[in-house]
Antibody
């Protein structure tokens, strides 16, 4: 079955960077897109951007441009999300989620990775 | 960018009740609207895609309707396991965005 497994929780200091991984299995990695969504404690869902694992092209909302970088490793079917210049407001659970080439809904999702930014 | 306005933000209902959540887009998104369920400490799960299509394995008490700017999500008969937060999400064009969420509680 399709499965997305994310890396473990991270604690970072303000100003640092964090890199979260999402390993895909159960489907052809380069056929579909991968998205990143975050959720601050007690808050809603926020779309952070997407990557096309086939060619590596990315799309980010203006809010995160310049601060987020999404990459992939086709040899291990893994996508990465790196967020730089961390601040306390970036404390959140970060999810990866797949969407199909012709289906823009997110299914499935990874289990989530808690990133805590604290001095 | 398209804004999604979801209401209510919270809802208390009894087992067996019919529950309705609405989602309004700031511009026409056709039927490019999805609904997710999120239980505490878990990742969201897809329930409805393309505004009204039921994801495989999702109970038939869940349904969605609407097109253009106004959408509705309905649980026909609320069950205890439906306690969760529900989100709408548009996928009409980039950037995608979610509604603020509706937290559903049992009365």
């Amino acid at each position: 079955q399709v499965q997305l497994v994310q890396s473990g929780a991270e604690v970072k200091k303000p100003g640092a960077s964090v890199k979260v991984s999402c390993k895909a299995s159960g489907y052809t990695f380069t056929s579909d897109y991968m998205h990143w969504v975050r959720q601050a404690p007690g808050q809603g869902l926020e779309w952070m951007g997407m990557i096309n694992p086939s060619g590596g092209s990315t799309a980010y909302p203006q809010k995160f441009q310049g601060r987020v970088t999404m990459t992939r490793d086709t040899s291990t079917s893994t996508v990465y999300m790196e967020l730089s210049s961390l601040r306390s407001e970036d404390t959140a659970v970060y999810f990866c989620a797949r969407s199909g080439s012709y289906s823009d809904w997110f299914d499935p999702w990874g289990q989530g990775t808690l990133v805590t930014v604290s001095s | 960018d398209i804004q999604m306005t979801q209401s209510p933000s919270s809802l208390s209902a009894s087992v067996g009740d019919r529950v309705t959540i609405t989602c309004q887009a700031s511009q026409d998104i056709s039927n490019n609207l999805n609904w997710y369920q999120q239980k505490p400490g878990k990742a969201p799960q897809l329930l409805i895609y393309d505004a009204s299509s039921l994801e495989t394995g999702v109970p038939s008490r869940f349904s969605g309707s609407g097109s253009g700017t106004d959408f509705t999500f309905t649980i026909s008969s609320l069950q205890p396991e439906d306690i969760a937060t529900y989100y709408c999400q548009h996928c009409d064009n980039l950037p995608y965005s979610f509604g603020q969420g509706t937290k559903l509680e049992i009365k």
